[in-house]
């Protein structure tokens, strides 16, 4: 029995991923998106999404996502609910390992499979992801104008989304558990010099606070790191900034990446160092992080695998598939 061999599979179903499916669907390449273990990506936990193009009312994070999704439903798209576990690169096709479901060759692959933000693992700092506690200030500071708000972390990631925060909210605590600042001296001296910025050193934060419905945030339970001293800091809304990981875990040792783990790239390119393995969104792209960025790069990457499948099947390397099925 012959292997079904497809023409780009594409790791991830995020901005990045979802827009890739809708551009290689319409070159009638019929991809084959694989979920992940977070179908949609990070908008499936954010609440109202206002600075996507098109949408000048607004729209909730999943219901965007599913829009995307059904678009690429509509080019052929074909999903497959599962967990990338490895790729096999060693020979063409491509064999792309699942958790559940038998193997996926491709001639092409996409890797959109995003980054995570890095949390401090508090319970109610999960249940209200959405509802008052962000790890992205860009995305969501625009709602906190007036407000009171925290940050906490001690690079520059910190420095950067707390600098940012002083554009809409009244005031911002930066919460640091040491006694000095890791972030570049560039970016302390605009945060320290802000009369919107209160640092709050020596302090870890020991609980997210929220009404009894948790529908908002609505404090923070601190402890002061040298006194043992807890009290509670009144606020409206609470980032996260201690970083992000990419989800480079399965290609580590197959592509190359930098000292964190995103994935090289050429430049003005979304080609990789193994030929016919692209990249697109968050996974390479620890500067922006933004769904419309993910989604500008999900269109290179499938116009860089449109034109290298189109090329390797002129040079009688690969068939191309007419029609695939997951």
């Not at 080019?75 to 990338?84: A, I, R, S, W």
């Not at 040792?253 to 790239?265: A, M, P, Q, S």
């Not at 990789?272 to 999900?298: L, P």
Request: negative net charge; contains cysteine.
């Amino acid at each position: 029995m012959s292997r079904v061999v497809h023409n780009v599979i594409i790791i991830g179903s995020g901005p990045a991923g979802l827009t890739a499916a809708i551009y290689a669907g319409r070159a009638n390449l019929n991809p084959v998106v694989i979920d992940g273990i977070q179908p949609g990506g990070q908008l499936m936990i954010t609440s109202d999404v206002e600075n996507f193009p098109g949408f000048p009312e607004g729209i909730m994070g999943p219901e965007l996502m599913e829009r995307f999704r059904e678009q690429a439903a509509r080019f052929n798209t074909t999903f497959v609910e599962d967990e990338v576990l490895s790729v096999d690169v060693t020979s063409r096709p491509f064999k792309v390992n699942l958790g559940s479901s038998d193997p996926l060759y491709g001639h092409s692959v996409i890797l959109a499979s995003g980054a995570s933000a890095k949390w401090l693992g508090l319970e109610n700092e999960k249940k209200l992801q959405g509802r008052g506690v962000s790890a992205c200030a860009t995305c969501d500071g625009f709602f906190f104008r007036e407000k009171v708000v925290a940050v906490v972390g001690g690079g520059d990631t910190a420095l950067e989304e707390a600098s940012y925060l002083t554009r809409h909210a009244s005031k911002v605590y930066l919460i640091h558990r040491r006694d000095a600042f890791r972030g570049s001296k560039i970016m302390q001296d605009r945060v320290l010099t802000n009369p919107k910025v209160e640092v709050i050193w020596n302090t870890v934060i020991e609980d997210v606070l929220s009404d009894p419905a948790q529908t908002h945030v609505n404090g923070l339970r601190l402890k002061n790191s040298q006194s043992g001293e807890v009290r509670d800091l009144p606020i409206d809304g609470f980032f996260v900034a201690i970083g992000h990981e990419p989800n480079t875990k399965i290609i580590r040792d197959i592509l190359k990446t930098d000292d964190n783990g995103y994935v090289l790239h050429v430049p003005d390119s979304s080609k990789t160092d193994i030929e016919g393995f692209f990249v697109a969104g968050d996974v390479h792209d620890h500067h922006y992080r933004q769904a419309i960025t993910a989604a500008g790069a999900g269109c290179m990457a499938a116009i860089d695998a449109e034109k290298w499948l189109e090329a390797e099947a002129h040079s009688g390397n690969l068939k191309l598939a007419e029609q695939a099925t997951a």
